[in-house]
Structures are given as structure tokens and as C-alpha cells.
């Protein structure tokens, strides 16, 4: 096989993370890697595992979306659902088995299988019970406004207009695209093509971020342009915001779309210049002393890697 390479590239997260905290970037695409080998150092294998690492939240987004979209196969086969049975057929069991792994720490013999939560690894939770309820009741009630609200506006779409997106789930390498030579990773929820129109819809089961989410999917409209040959006045975007029961439905302007792209260079410059000899090519990172820690410690609460950067951050005081 293969040895696998460490290709440069670039996302929406990976860009919020590096102007977050240069040295949470340097973990997550270059300090975990080769972790998961044999001979891995201890450092490469903790980072390994704790990239792994989820939330909480981001496993209620997990669920509720799983859920949603099994109504929208139901659906399409013509077979009606309610949110009842939605959330005790695939929401419950995929958060019952998820937090199980966590809690028990199965985690520890295969950080990639199995699934651990940030906030059982650094022990953050003051109500457990607690903090299930509150995740359940807002899975419920995103599938509720799907069925509700989302579901009439697209259930006529069928599986033959819709673009196939690889995800983490189906294996192998995740949606991407390359512009100006950069490997871009862009994994739209739900995306279809209805003449020469194509449709992308985002799931939100969090709050509602507008400017943030915009300027997301503002790289979901310039994937379906490089990849799809899409024409930026056939785009329609949708972020929908299934715990409001809101969508936020636009379109990128001229001016916006430079300016997105503007961003991603900007930043695809920024993190090039963290690399030895500027190297994309050979996307070697300089040591990790030079990716900065955050300046506002405040967000080492929320960072799978804090265990790395403790002893630092002490000394710093």
C-alpha cells in the first residue's frame, strides 16, 4: 500500500481554526499525523486521538441531520414518517450508541471507531442527565420543523437530481476541489440540480451564525462553479436553521464571490508561510514552537488539544 502523504489543503474550519489558534492548526493537520501508526511518538499519538475527539453538539448536528435525511429517503420512496418515529428509529439509537462509546472510554483501543466526547475526556459536565435531555429535545424538534417546513419545499427533489457528495461516512477521500492549485475541502448537506439551477442546502441544528454561514457557503457556490460548471446567477443557497424553523435562502453577487475568494487566498497565504521554505508542494511545517498559541486563552476551554498545550500555557501563567 501506499505510504499516505499529508497534502496541503484548505476549508472553512481549517481557516477559522488557524486565525483562532495558530498551534490548534499545527495539531489537527500536522501533529496528529502518522498517529496512528505503530511507531508513532507518544506526542503524535495523543494528538492523533484527541483530533479525533467530538462534542457534544457537534454530536446532536450529527443526529439530527442522520435523522432528517432518513425522512427525506422515506420520502422520496414514498413512505411517510413522523419526527416521533424519525428520532426512535435512527436519532436515539445513534446518540444512545455515541455516548455510550464515550463514557465507557471505548475510544482508547480505536480513537477512529469509536467515539469520545470532549466533554467526558476533560470531564466538563456538571449535569449529565441534564445535558442529554436538553440534546434530545432539540434533535426532536429540528426533525419536527424539517418535516414541517423543509421537507414540502424539497421533497419533490428526486435521488437522480442530486449531486453525490463523499463524506467522512462513505470512505475514502471527503468532497473537495482544486482552485488555483490548493486542494479545498467543501462538504455541502444536500445539493441538487434543477435545469441549469443548482440548489445547495446547509443543515444547522445550532444557532444561527448569518454572516458565518454566508460566507460558508459562499465555498459551496465556488465548489459548484469549479467542479460542476455551475454559473453563479444559477446558484441558490440555503442555510437552514432546523431548530428555529428558519431558512436563510440568497445568492452570491459578483462581489461577494471575489470576495470570498479573496479571503481563501489570503488565508491560504498566511498558512503557506508557516511551512519550510514556503513549500506547499512538500507542506512541511515549520517546528511547532512557531504556530503561535491563541491569544485569548479563553478558547483552550473549547480545544480538543488543550491537554498538549497545558504545560506551556502554565508556564506563560
Known amino acids: 500500500m501506499a505510504e499516505l ?23 489537527s493537520k500536522y501533529g496528529m499525523w502518522g498517529g496512528w501508526g505503530r511507531n508513532a511518538s507518544p506526542e503524535q499519538k495523543t494528538a492523533y486521538r484527541l483530533c479525533k475527539m467530538d462534542n457534544r453538539w457537534g454530536l446532536m448536528g450529527q443526529a439530527a441531520e442522520n435523522a432528517i435525511m432518513w425522512v427525506l429517503r422515506q420520502h422520496q420512496q414514498g413512505i411517510p414518517v413522523d419526527a416521533d418515529t424519525a428520532w426512535n428509529t435512527i436519532a436515539r439509537p445513534f446518540l444512545s450508541k455515541k455516548w455510550k462509546e464515550s463514557s465507557e472510554g471505548n475510544w482508547r483501543s480505536s480513537p477512529k471507531q469509536f467515539c469520545c466526547l470532549r466533554e467526558h475526556y476533560y470531564k466538563t ?35 437522480g437530481q442530486e449531486f453525490q457528495i463523499a463524506t467522512p461516512e462513505t470512505g475514502g477521500d471527503v468532497e473537495h476541489f482544486i482552485y488555483e492549485g490548493v486542494k479545498i475541502y467543501a462538504i455541502p448537506d444536500f445539493a441538487y440540480k434543477i435545469g441549469d439551477q443548482v440548489h445547495i442546502h446547509d443543515w444547522k441544528a445550532g444557532k444561527i451564525k448569518a454572516d458565518q454561514h454566508r460566507q460558508q457557503l459562499s465555498l459551496y457556490a465556488l465548489w459548484a462553479i469549479v467542479k460542476h460548471g455551475a454559473k ?35 488565508s491560504v497565504g498566511e498558512m503557506t508561510e508557516y511551512l519550510v521554505d514556503n513549500d506547499r508542494a512538500a507542506n512541511v511545517p515549520l517546528p511547532k514552537e512557531e504556530w503561535e498559541l491563541t491569544y485569548d486563552t479563553a478558547n483552550c476551554s473549547q480545544c480538543n488539544f488543550y491537554e498538549l ?8 501563567g
Open 125 to 159: 459536565l456538571e449535569n449529565e442527565n441534564e445535558a442529554k435531555r436538553q440534546i434530545a429535545a432539540q434533535i426532536q424538534n429540528c426533525i419536527a420543523n424539517f418535516i414541517d417546513k423543509v421537507l414540502p419545499r424539497i421533497g419533490t427533489v428526486s435521488p
Open 5 to 27: 502523504k499529508n497534502t496541503f489543503s484548505w476549508s472553512f474550519s481549517a481557516a477559522e481554526d488557524f486565525e483562532q489558534c495558530r498551534r490548534r492548526r499545527y495539531w
Open 309 to 316: 498545550c497545558k504545560a506551556e500555557l502554565d508556564e506563560q
Open 232 to 266: 453563479l446567477e444559477d446558484i441558490f443557497l440555503y442555510v437552514e436553521y432546523l431548530n428555529e424553523g428558519q431558512v436563510l435562502p440568497f445568492q452570491i453577487s459578483e462581489e461577494e464571490m471575489d470576495a470570498a475568494k479573496a479571503l481563501m487566498s489570503d
